[in-house]
Structures are given as C-alpha cells and as structure tokens.
C-alpha cells in the first residue's frame, strides 16, 4: 500500500515541461524539513491507496504526464511498481525527489527532477552526490536558491560536478523571498549554463492554494 497526500489535475508549475497539464500524485512523508518548504501539510496527512487505486484515480484525468512528488516520494517502496504501471500504462511520468535518497532503482524511463539542496533550505548536509553520476541526460536538476549566498553555492556546483553532464539545470528563486529579477542577474553576469524558473503555478493560482 501507498500512503498518499493528494492526486490532482494541474498545470506543471517547474521543469522542462512547464505550462503543460499533468496529474500530480503527492505522496506522504518528508524525512527533511527544508526551511521554505510550502508543502508542510504532506509530512504527515495522507490515506492508504493500492498501486491500482492510484493508477485508476491517474487515468481518470486522460492526461499523459503524470508527476509522482511528496514529500519525499522514494521513502515508500511501492514507489516503484507505481512508477513501472504507469510507464506500461503509456504515461510520461516525471519524480520529483530530494536528492538526498538514492536515484538507482528508478526506471530508467522515469523522468527525474532531483534538487541539490542548498545552504539556506538548512538541509545542503543531505545532499546524495553520487545521484548526480546517476542523471540520464532527460532528467534535471533542480537548485532552490533564497539568497545570494545559495547562488554562490550552486554556481560552485554546477561548474565543478555538473559542467560535464547534459541534463537540464534550473534555478528556482523562493517565492516571495529571493526576487527572480536579482536572480536573472546574476545568472547573465557569470554566463551560468542554466535556467531561471518562476513556480508557474504561484502566479496563476494564490501561492498558498492547495492542489495546484
Ligand atoms: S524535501 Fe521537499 S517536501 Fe521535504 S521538506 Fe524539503 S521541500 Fe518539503
């Protein structure tokens, strides 16, 4: 059995295929506590589901991309035959994980969104390197940066582990704390290979909306 938050239709707020709809399935538990984290509520709320429920509850929605996020979603097992259901069942499935648990047993096929934490979430202590060595060239890499202090963090990253890796890199500011102009600066002034996300779904939804 799976323990699950919430299953919705939304727009994909970040990544690659930001703008494009996509069932969310948020999955319960967190093993950290990332200072801005804006999804406290999927710590502990959540109800018991098969890997059929979940699949069934996916279908109903007719759409192709499915984001599987949490929480943490690898904490539970059942993680896996799900993600192998729904890449049989003809989805695109995206994982949005910590990128402090081990990526390997992820289907290939499995599209995986894998933060580097930085210092500011209180959490960088955590941060599972070899995932980076384990990145598939569709997968991406997810830094979130609240100050400038993060930036510097994960500049130093980017040019040191990942200048020789091809997945996409994306650098979220956090909402409401870092401004996306100051970001976009000094992402122009270092020619940083990477890209400035906005979480689309805060600015067409009110921030704090649950199920967007
Ligand atoms: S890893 Fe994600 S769900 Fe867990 S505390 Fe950090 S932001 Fe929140």
Same mark, same amino acid.
Request: with cysteine.
């Given at each position: 059995?799976?323990? *699950? ?6 727009? @994909?707020?970040?990544?690659?295929? $930001? !703008? #494009? ?11 950290? #506590? ?6 406290? /509520? ?11 429920? *979940?699949? #069934?509850?996916?279908? @109903? /929605? !007719? ?48 599209i ?9 979430? !209180?959490? $960088?202590?955590?941060? /599972?390197?070899?995932?980076?060595? $384990?990145?598939a060239p569709h997968d991406e ?9 993060? /930036? ?12 020789? #890796?091809?997945s ?20 122009? $002034? ?6 400035? @996300?906005? @979480? ?13």
């Amino acid at each position: 059995m799976l323990t *699950v938050n919430e299953i919705f239709h939304s727009i @994909q707020g970040e990544s690659t295929r $930001a !703008g #494009r709809p996509c069932v969310f399935v948020r999955l319960t538990a967190c093993d950290l #506590r990332c200072t801005w984290c804006d999804t406290p /509520y999927a710590f502990h709320e959540g109800r018991s589901m098969t890997v059929e429920d *979940v699949v #069934r509850t996916v279908d @109903q /929605y !007719g759409c192709p991309l499915v984001e599987i996020t949490g929480g943490e979603p690898l904490l539970q097992d059942e993680v896996y035959p799900l993600m192998e259901r729904l890449l049989a069942s003809g989805h695109t499935v995206m994982l949005e994980t910590g990128g402090h648990r081990p990526i390997d047993r992820v289907p290939a096929d499995v599209i995986k969104v894998v933060d580097v934490k930085c210092p500011g979430s !209180g959490e $960088a202590g955590k941060n /599972y390197w070899p995932n980076l060595d $384990a990145l598939a060239p569709h997968d991406e890499v997810k830094f979130v940066l609240a100050d400038r202090a993060d /930036y510097e963090f994960a500049r130093e990253v980017v040019r040191t582990k990942l200048h020789d #890796r091809t997945s996409p890199i994306r650098f979220s500011p956090v909402h409401g704390t870092l401004d996306p102009k100051q970001l976009a600066e000094w992402v122009l $002034a270092d020619r940083l290979p990477v890209q400035v @996300q906005l @979480q689309l779904h805060k600015f067409i939804w009110h921030p704090s909306t649950r199920g967007v």
